[in-house]
């Protein structure tokens, strides 16, 4: 099984990833737990360069590079252990390509994208995402306080808000139109009171 968390920048999906990751190691499941861009020791190095405020590069390279990255991941990790019949939990994944290349950059159309990503990872497949989906002032907000505390922001955190209200807007349009792929939660509620719904619908779900 495949779940992956998406949301824009600070929306809370990692915390929330975590947390499921935790409940379900508790209870001595196998989990794999990834995060894109990154989890092997090629993708970790196309994060540095894909996240490094210094560089520009051009979207549709943005893109290509994304994928590359995954596509490494899948490969490497995500289907040997997924056969094994592992869970694995995804912070970001494909749809992250779809939200912010697509939706944020305008690089090509979410059916282009999407047929990419499939060939890219041979079908591998997310069988459930949950969607934290929060304001982007809010988001921004909650990024700017962690800066202050111990880091500066990467190269696609410095886009400004119009482009994140574009990868917002795209990722409600995703999840409207495969209800029963995504689960949209309402990252305003507490940590707790988010990782109980997230649990809820997971154990129903299994
Ligand atoms: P993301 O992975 O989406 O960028 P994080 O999980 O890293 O977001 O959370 C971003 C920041 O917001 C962190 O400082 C985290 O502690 C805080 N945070 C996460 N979830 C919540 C929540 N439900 N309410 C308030 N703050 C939150
Ligand atoms: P990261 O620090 O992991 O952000 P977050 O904690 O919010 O997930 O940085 C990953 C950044 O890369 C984030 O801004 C989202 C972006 N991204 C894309 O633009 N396309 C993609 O396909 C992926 C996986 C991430």
């Known amino acids: 099984m495949i779940i992956s968390f998406e949301g824009i920048d600070g929306s809370g999906k990692s915390t929330q990833a975590n947390r499921l ?20 020791a090629v993708s970790e190095r196309i994060r540095d360069l894909l996240l490094d405020p210094s560089l520009t590069i051009y ?23 997924h056969a094994r019949g592992g869970i694995v939990i995804c912070d970001r994944f494909f749809d992250s390509t ?39 002032s809010t988001a921004a907000q909650r990024l700017t306080a962690r800066f202050s505390e111990h880091e500066t922001a990467d190269r696609m955190e410095l ?30 509620k507490s940590e707790d009171a988010l990782e109980n719904q997230i649990w809820n619908d997971f154990s129903t779900f299994l």
Do not use: N
Not at 161 to 176: D, I, K
């Open 21 to 40: 990751v935790e409940r379900l190691s508790g209870q001595g499941k196998e989990i794999l737990y990834v995060r894109e861009p990154g989890g092997t």
């Open 59 to 81: 979207p549709f390279a943005e893109m290509l590079l994304f994928s590359a990255a995954r596509a490494q991941l899948v490969h490497e990790k995500i289907k040997p252990f």
């Open 98 to 136: 779809v939200a912010y290349q697509g939706g944020g950059r305008s690089v090509a159309d979410a059916k282009w994208l999407e047929d990419f990503q499939r060939t890219i990872t041979a079908g591998v497949w997310p069988d459930r995402t949950y969607l934290v989906d929060l304001p982007v």
């Open 159 to 188: 886009a400004g808000p119009e482009f994140f209200e574009r990868v917002r807007t795209t990722y409600l349009q995703l999840a409207a139109k495969d209800p029963t792929r995504y689960f949209v939660v309402d990252g305003s």
